[in-house]
């Protein structure tokens, strides 16, 4: 299985913060590269596939970069709905695997 | 919009089984795999499996194969997840997630989660 690496494990940031987490692939994965958001008690979101692809509703001030291996997901200027536990999850190949998720807290 | 409605929480003794619902919004239900996602206490996302509503085929990982059955009543638009000989460590929340795309692993909705609490 493929396995992904996160980091942090987690993060204290204020709003209007610039955020940036990383994602690690333990083989190429090209672009097959997504990043969701979580929050207790309501269901997961889909921010950015394929790597770079902003899903629809999803606000502009999320994105996503990196190919190959190396990836990360960027909040531009965090806002008070953006605190929440974000993970990375490869679907290269079957089975799909998630990286260890990262805590955006507030500072 | 679609919308994934799931089954409320349940607990359940050692040796048990679950059976837990998601029911679509969408009339799409047929064409897109529904995949079954847990996440443990304190763990990260761990992937169980998918079923093809339209044919029924299952697909499960290899941590899963024998304990868990995947089944679907199209008439109701609504996938199951049941999770046999249950122990401790199976305490999860339990998601469905539809395929993005006709056989991609790519997840674009998801339903709230159902939590299975496994205790004596």
């Known amino acids: 299985d493929i396995q992904m690496a996160q980091s942090p494990s987690s993060l204290s940031a204020s709003v209007g913060d610039r955020v940036t987490i990383t994602c690690r692939a333990s083989q190429s994965i090209t672009n097959y590269l997504n990043w969701y958001q979580l929050k207790p008690g309501k269901a997961p979101n889909l921010l950015i596939y394929a790597a770079v692809l902003l899903q629809g509703g999803v606000p502009s001030r999320f994105s996503g970069s990196g190919s190959g291996t190396d990836f990360s997901l960027t909040i531009r200027s965090l806002q008070p709905e953006d605190f929440a536990t974000y993970y990375c999850q490869q679907s290269y190949t079957s089975p799909p695997t998630f990286g260890q998720g990262t805590k955006v807290e507030i500072k | 919009q679609v919308q994934l409605v799931q089954s409320g929480a349940e607990v359940r003794k050692p040796g048990a089984s679950v059976k837990v619902s998601c029911e679509a919004s969408?009339?799409?239900?047929?064409?897109?795999?529904m995949h079954w996602v847990r996440q443990a206490p304190g763990q990260g996302l761990e992937w169980m499996g998918w079923?093809?509503?339209?044919?029924?085929?299952?697909n499960y990982a290899e941590k899963f194969q024998g304990r868990v059955t995947m089944t679907r009543d199209t008439s109701i638009s609504t996938a199951y997840m049941e999770l046999s000989r249950l122990r401790s460590d199976d305490t999860a929340v339990y998601y469905c997630?539809?395929?993005?795309?006709?056989?991609?692993?790519?997840?674009?909705?998801w339903g709230q989660g159902t939590l299975v609490t496994v205790s004596s």
């Open positions: 969408a009339h799409t239900f047929n064409v897109y795999n």
């Open positions: 997630a539809r395929a993005q795309e006709v056989g991609s692993i790519d997840f674009d909705y």
């Open positions: 079923i093809n509503p339209n044919s029924g085929v299952t």
